[in-house]
């Protein structure tokens, strides 16, 4: 069974602080994603990573993937309250006959203070 | 832009009431999903459909059911609802070959009383 464990689990920053979250899972997948949720709404796509050593980045976010370490990192720089939000990271598995599934970790909730 | 439609935002039913939660989606997108999320537990899939009439359980299948007579609409049904399936139900859709993001609806908020 694919487990999928993000930490931490909450996080707490000030603004213009910077810092890390990490994902990891259990099968040998290479393609990652992850999602922000605010309060009360739906999960909104962020990042779609596909390779061993992908990059991505969006203003104050960078993810990257590491396949072979079984790690993706989420990292924010320079922190600002409107990157309060739940953040999640899913990974895809080959649920047999070519039909992928997504299974999500728990989710990171992130509280940026002034 | 992919819109992905849940019939409901909130819904309250009683114990034992059949309950049918209903998603659609305007993109032909293969997959459809239905999770359900609870504070502390993430996302945790409940069923997924890859193609008309087919359909996998997901790792909490027990007490639901699905429909998937056409590609774009996806129902969930709880035969005998009860109040620990009392949850944010999240539907989304995708496209059958991995790599590819899926897009999530609004949610249903379901209270079973």
């Known amino acids: 069974e694919l487990k999928v464990e993000q930490n931490p689990l909450f996080l707490s920053m000030q603004e213009g602080k910077n810092y890390t979250i990490y994902c990891n899972y259990s099968?040998?997948?290479?393609?990652l994603y992850w999602y922000r949720q605010d309060p009360g709404k739906s999960l909104e796509s962020l990042f779609v990573l596909l390779s061993n050593g992908a990059v991505k980045q969006e203003g104050r976010l960078m993810a990257s993937l590491d396949t072979k370490a079984r790690l993706s990192t989420l990292h924010i720089t320079a922190a600002v309250h409107d990157l309060s939000a739940t953040y999640f990271c899913?990974?895809?598995?080959?649920?047999?006959?070519?039909?992928?599934?997504?299974?999500f970790g728990k989710g990171t909730l992130l509280t940026v203070n002034p | 832009d992919v819109k992905v439609t849940q019939s409901s935002r909130y819904l309250v039913k009683r114990t034992g009431e059949k309950v049918f939660l209903e998603c659609v989606q305007d993109m032909d997108h293969e997959n459809m999903f239905w999770y359900r999320q609870d504070p502390g537990l993430g996302l945790r899939l409940i069923y997924f459909s890859y193609d008309v009439k087919m359909k996998e359980k997901g790792d909490i299948p027990e007490g639901y059911s699905v429909s998937r007579e056409k590609k774009e609409r996806f129902s969930l049904i709880l035969e005998s609802a009860s109040t620990n399936q009392t949850s944010m139900y999240l539907c989304a859709s995708s496209f059958s070959y991995g790599g590819t993001e899926a897009f999530f609806g609004q949610g249903t908020r379901l209270t079973v009383v």
């Open positions: 099968t040998t997948s290479d393609r």
């Open positions: 899913a990974v895809d598995e080959d649920s047999g006959g070519s039909n992928y599934k997504l299974t």
